[in-house]
């Protein structure tokens, strides 16, 4: 039987409260076709009151306050009608715990259901923590219920309660229902419980609970209690189906189980049936498995959907299906665990459902497996290609590259060099030593910058170079030089300017006056000092015999010039106080053509300065030797000779250097070319150059080498008369008992001062005893090759030194055992000089491997500066203070000579006070 319908009830929430809506927000009309689903919840609050709607007519708009929220209803005479798929939900339930109570207060039935929409929307009617009572209906209808009238809809009922309801018909073949009428509906009740509910019919067709007239009823978990005992039946069949289904929690299922079908009186359930349509069934409940949930009394698990996983069993709820984190995905509903992006693919994406929200990486990024965002590349790696892919290393592309610039490393451009190395085209290279920079990331070789001082061929060398004249080099990426210089280490000069002890002087600033005036003064002062020299009367040459003023001359002298030259000739920068005691030293070398800018009034190379020294010198000595054999007189040769010898080693060591500097070149890196070292005006390569290299060759055999071997050959063709036999005359004078040496030593030296035929060669062999006469060509071979010979060994290097260190030592071991001078004080003075030789060449050496350490002169050298200082002003102090004592001395031996003279016992007492007093010397 079905009963036409003709009442309606409608549930809907509103947005916002009374206060904020002064208008009721109403319900569409029935003939409406939209509905919209998302106002299709409605909370429904426990403080909730039905108004007195007894006198209410259909179509009547009654508000429900509750907490805040209004339930708009439409009223009709029989009671509310729910027409439309919704869910009606006690808010409140979980947090009181108790049902939100929907009241008819007696008047009619409380809910009349029957799903009338027809905008398309599907879905059931859900009735969640109801408690419905108050329902009171009897009518003289066929049909009727005081509860709840189900037609033709789907209804879920879930956490209720249904309670003191009551519906009577006096129709004779009418059907009744206390709680719920069902007629044509699918409905399931969870957890629904029936109590004091009552129905009557004339006939007997009526269940006090349920009356099922036709369609499906599916029960988990409900409870029917109370009644009257006239009216036990709790459900009455007529034609529904009826599936028992046990109460599995929310995150489990129902597995249908086989039973035996229960009696109709059971005791606990009265059912009734005039059809035997209904069926018992019973379950086990198995918790729904990863990747889905199930709410309460849910017969199925239900998928997670897409963008979600869910790794455990058991979800409860769609709260139990979480959110694929960035850089995860799940294109599929049911997922386990979301698919992380591929490498090279990065995503942000919450819940992505896609694969397309993996991005793919841009260049200069990349990404392992499930990335939230492409990284940028490790330092030292570049990717250049878009996509999946490793980063790239930059060594594999620039040797050595283990950095990248500040910017997205998206090509192998991008790659650069650490501190302290530079870029060169394909390769990180150790930065120089010195003189550049190198505190910074990404250098290349034209943009490393040079120190002042320091300088290379171009921008794209790496070969630093040190100038010698560090003012000259200002540095710079470009290597640019001081104004006036150019060319190779800024050593050349720019026209205008003439190169004038190591500097570019403006020739506008007196540079030609000066030029010729210096030169016209360097002539005077030779001449002067030759003239000086050769005109000694016979009366000093006897003080010359005693051996300590030329002795003095050549010490210094030559010491002085050895120290000038290791600057230049060791390629070390000393300190402000030793270094600018060698430049004023310098003067003693003779080298006038380096102190005056002499390029202002002509282009004098290396190549001149070589014939003007080695050519002049040449033709004066030639021109001296045959004016001495043609012109003068004996006296006046040997005069003429004596100065000649004089000048000779006055200019020995600078014209040995001249000589010596034409070999040594330098190679510049690239295509920049080799050039001269002392001059870099001459290129090696050239057939000058080739030229004048083998005249050079030739001049070391007239000069360095020759005019020492003639001073030797004269000598040893003089040795029996420069040397009357002092062995002998020293034995003489021991087999008298006379064992003063000073004796001997003075009887063999007037023996050869009385021979007229050596008197041209006095300059190379008086300050020594007579049986060393050869020792002046030692030492002119000693200062010719610590002041050249050097050169042509590598500059600062070690081989240098270490050659430099041997020939001082030598030469103070054989002054130390020989003592070839004539006079005590000279060999002392010579052995000072050694001894402060020695420990130059040591300080040299200090400071250079200062300088190599720190890149320039050190501040350490600064305490090497003060004892190489020190060690000169010494030295003086010591040589004249010998010298002061020895001159004593001889005044003191004469005094007695000439009592000799007068003394009858001159030949004894006199010579043993003599030989006291050189004792005493000797201490």
């Known amino acids: 039987?079905?009963?036409?319908?003709?009442?309606?009830?409608?549930?809907?929430?509103?947005?916002?409260?009374?206060?904020?809506?002064?208008?009721?927000?109403?319900?569409?009309?029935?003939?409406?076709?939209?509905?919209?689903?998302?106002?299709?919840?409605?909370?429904?609050?426990?403080?909730?009151?039905?108004?007195?709607?007894?006198?209410?007519?259909?179509?009547?708009?009654?508000?429900?306050?509750?907490?805040?929220?209004?339930?708009?209803?439409?009223?009709?005479?029989?009671?509310?009608?729910?027409?439309?798929?919704?869910?009606?939900?006690?808010?409140?339930?979980?947090?009181?715990?108790?049902?939100?109570?929907?009241?008819?207060?007696?008047?009619?039935?409380?809910?009349?259901?029957?799903?009338?929409?027809?905008?398309?929307?599907?879905?059931?009617?859900?009735?969640?923590?109801?408690?419905?009572?108050?329902?009171?209906?009897?009518?003289?209808?066929?049909?009727?219920?005081?509860?709840?009238?189900?037609?033709?809809?789907?209804?879920?009922?879930?956490?209720?309660?249904?309670?003191?309801?009551?519906?009577?018909?006096?129709?004779?073949?009418?059907?009744?229902?206390?709680?719920?009428?069902?007629?044509?509906?699918?409905?399931?009740?969870?957890?629904?419980?029936?109590?004091?509910?009552?129905?009557?019919?004339?006939?007997?067709?009526?269940?006090?609970?349920?009356?099922?007239?036709?369609?499906?009823?599916?029960?988990?978990?409900?409870?029917?209690?109370?009644?009257?005992?006239?009216?036990?039946?709790?459900?009455?069949?007529?034609?529904?189906?009826?599936?028992?289904?046990?109460?599995?929690?929310?995150?489990?299922?129902?597995?249908?189980?086989?039973?035996?079908?229960?009696?109709?009186?059971?005791?606990?359930?009265?059912?009734?049936?005039?059809?035997?349509?209904?069926?018992?069934?019973?379950?086990?409940?198995?918790?729904?498995?990863?990747?889905?949930?199930?709410?309460?009394?849910?017969?199925?698990?239900?998928?997670?959907?897409?963008?979600?996983?869910?790794?455990?069993?058991?979800?409860?709820?769609?709260?139990?299906?979480?959110?694929?984190?960035?850089?995860?995905?799940?294109?599929?509903?049911?997922?386990?665990?979301?698919?992380?992006?591929?490498?090279?693919?990065?995503?942000?994406?919450?819940?992505?459902?896609?694969?397309?929200?993996?991005?793919?990486?841009?260049?200069?990024?990349?990404?392992?497996?499930?990335?939230?965002?492409?990284?940028?590349?490790d330092n030292g790696f570049f990717k250049s290609a878009v996509g999946n892919g490793a980063c790239d290393r930059c060594d594999l592309v620039v040797a050595g590259s283990t950095a990248t610039r500040d910017v997205l490393p998206a090509s192998e451009d991008t790659c650069i060099c650490w501190f302290g190395e530079v870029l060169a085209i394909d390769r990180c290279l150790d930065c120089p030593p010195e003189g550049t920079e190198c505190a910074e990331t990404g250098l290349t070789l034209e943009s490393m910058k040079l120190l002042p001082g320091f300088w290379r061929t171009s921008p794209s060398s790496i070969d630093v170079l040190k100038c010698s004249n560090e003012a000259a080099c200002i540095g710079n990426e470009n290597s640019t030089c001081f104004t006036g210089h150019r060319g190779p280490l800024c050593e050349l000069c720019e026209d205008g300017f003439a190169l004038t002890a190591g500097a570019c002087l403006s020739c506008e600033d007196g540079g030609v006056s000066t030029a010729i005036g210096g030169v016209v003064v360097t002539l005077l002062i030779l001449s002067l000092a030759a003239w000086c020299f050769s005109r000694r009367r016979v009366e000093q040459l006897k003080s010359l015999a005693d051996g300590n003023g030329l002795s003095f001359t050549k010490t210094g002298l030559g010491y002085v010039q050895i120290i000038a030259t290791l600057s230049s000739t060791l390629l070390v920068e000393f300190g402000p106080y030793f270094g600018g005691l060698t430049k004023i030293l310098a003067a003693f070398n003779l080298d006038f053509v380096s102190f005056l800018p002499l390029g202002c009034v002509t282009n004098m190379d290396h190549h001149s300065r070589l014939l003007m020294y080695t050519l002049v010198v040449a033709v004066f000595d030639l021109f001296c030797i045959v004016v001495r054999q043609k012109m003068l007189s004996r006296k006046a040769g040997q005069m003429l000779l004596t100065a000649v010898f004089f000048i000779n080693s006055l200019l020995l060591p600078q014209i040995s250097m001249t000589i010596f500097d034409t070999f040594p070149c330098q190679k510049f890196d690239g295509d920049y070319g080799s050039f001269l070292v002392i001059d870099k005006t001459i290129d090696c390569t050239s057939a000058a150059h080739g030229t004048m290299r083998a005249y050079a060759l030739s001049m070391i055999f007239v000069f360095p080498v020759g005019m020492p071997l003639f001073s030797l050959f004269l000598l040893r063709k003089n040795s029996h008369k420069l040397d009357p036999g002092q062995g002998e005359i020293e034995k003489k004078h021991l087999m008298r008992h006379d064992s003063s040496r000073h004796n001997a030593l003075k009887e063999t030296i007037g023996l050869r001062d009385e021979n007229e035929d050596i008197k041209?060669?006095?300059?190379?062999?008086?300050?020594?005893?007579?049986?060393?006469?050869?020792?002046?060509?030692?030492?002119?071979?000693?200062?010719?090759?610590?002041?050249?010979?050097?050169?042509?060994?590598?500059?600062?290097?070690?081989?240098?030194?270490?050659?430099?260190?041997?020939?001082?030592?030598?030469?103070?071991?054989?002054?130390?055992?020989?003592?070839?001078?004539?006079?005590?004080?000279?060999?002392?003075?010579?052995?000072?000089?050694?001894?402060?030789?020695?420990?130059?060449?040591?300080?040299?050496?200090?400071?250079?491997?200062?300088?190599?350490?720190?890149?320039?002169?050190?501040?350490?050298?600064?305490?090497?500066?003060?004892?190489?200082?020190?060690?000169?002003?010494?030295?003086?102090?010591?040589?004249?203070?010998?010298?002061?004592?020895?001159?004593?001395?001889?005044?003191?031996?004469?005094?007695?000579?000439?009592?000799?003279?007068?003394?009858?016992?001159?030949?004894?007492?006199?010579?043993?006070?003599?030989e006291m007093v050189r004792s005493g010397s000797k201490t």
């Open 760 to 914: 041209h060669l006095r300059f190379l062999y008086e300050s020594y005893e007579p049986k060393y006469w050869w020792y002046e060509v030692l030492e002119v071979y000693r200062k010719i090759v610590l002041t050249g010979g050097l050169r042509l060994l590598e500059r600062g290097g070690g081989t240098q030194y270490g050659v430099a260190l041997l020939i001082c030592a030598l030469s103070l071991r054989t002054i130390a055992a020989k003592k070839p001078y004539v006079t005590h004080a000279a060999n002392r003075v010579s052995e000072i000089a050694s001894w402060g030789l020695m420990l130059t060449m040591i300080g040299a050496m200090v400071t250079a491997w200062n300088e190599r350490a720190d890149g320039k002169y050190s501040e350490k050298s600064g305490l090497t500066d003060a004892l190489l200082v020190f060690v000169q002003v010494g030295g003086i102090l010591l040589a004249v203070a010998i010298a002061v004592y020895e001159r004593n001395v001889l005044v003191q031996e004469r005094a007695l000579e000439d009592q000799e003279r007068l003394s009858d016992k001159a030949k004894v007492v006199p010579a043993e006070k003599i």
């Open 1 to 377: 039987m079905r009963v036409p319908s003709f009442l309606l009830l409608v549930f809907l929430p509103l947005c916002a409260t009374l206060s904020h809506s002064p208008d009721p927000l109403l319900l569409p009309s029935r003939n409406q076709s939209q509905f919209d689903r998302s106002l299709s919840t409605i909370p429904v609050s426990t403080s909730a009151v039905r108004s007195t709607v007894s006198t209410a007519a259909a179509g009547d708009t009654v508000l429900w306050e509750a907490a805040g929220e209004v339930l708009v209803q439409n009223w009709v005479a029989d009671g509310w009608w729910l027409k439309r798929p919704l869910t009606l939900q006690c808010s409140d339930k979980e947090a009181t715990g108790e049902r939100c109570t929907v009241d008819a207060r007696g008047s009619r039935m409380v809910l009349w259901i029957e799903n009338t929409d027809t905008s398309g929307v599907t879905g059931p009617i859900e009735l969640i923590g109801l408690k419905i009572t108050g329902g009171g209906y009897s009518t003289s209808a066929t049909t009727t219920t005081g509860g709840i009238l189900i037609l033709n809809s789907d209804v879920v009922m879930t956490d209720c309660e249904i309670t003191s309801n009551s519906g009577s018909t006096t129709h004779p073949g009418g059907s009744a229902a206390g709680a719920i009428y069902i007629e044509a509906s699918n409905v399931e009740l969870n957890q629904v419980s029936f109590s004091d509910n009552l129905a009557t019919s004339p006939a007997g067709f009526h269940g006090r609970d349920i009356f099922g007239n036709t369609g499906v009823v599916v029960m988990r978990g409900c409870n029917f209690e109370g009644g009257l005992e006239s009216q036990p039946t709790n459900i009455f069949l007529a034609g529904a189906q009826v599936t028992f289904k046990s109460s599995c929690e929310a995150g489990d299922v129902g597995v249908p189980i086989s039973l035996e079908l229960p009696t109709l009186n059971d005791g606990t359930l009265n059912i009734v049936g005039t059809v035997a349509s209904y069926a018992q069934d019973s379950s086990s409940c198995e918790q729904c498995y990863p990747g889905s949930y199930s709410s309460p009394f849910a017969q199925h698990c239900t998928l997670c959907p897409t963008g979600k996983f869910n790794e455990l069993p058991g979800g409860t709820s769609i709260a139990a299906c979480l959110n694929c984190t960035a850089g995860y995905f799940s294109a599929t509903s049911g997922t386990v665990t979301c698919e992380g992006c591929p490498a090279g693919t990065s995503s942000a994406i919450i819940a992505a459902s896609t694969s397309f929200a993996c991005s793919t990486c841009p260049t200069g990024k990349t990404s392992d497996t499930a990335a939230s965002a492409c990284s940028r590349c």
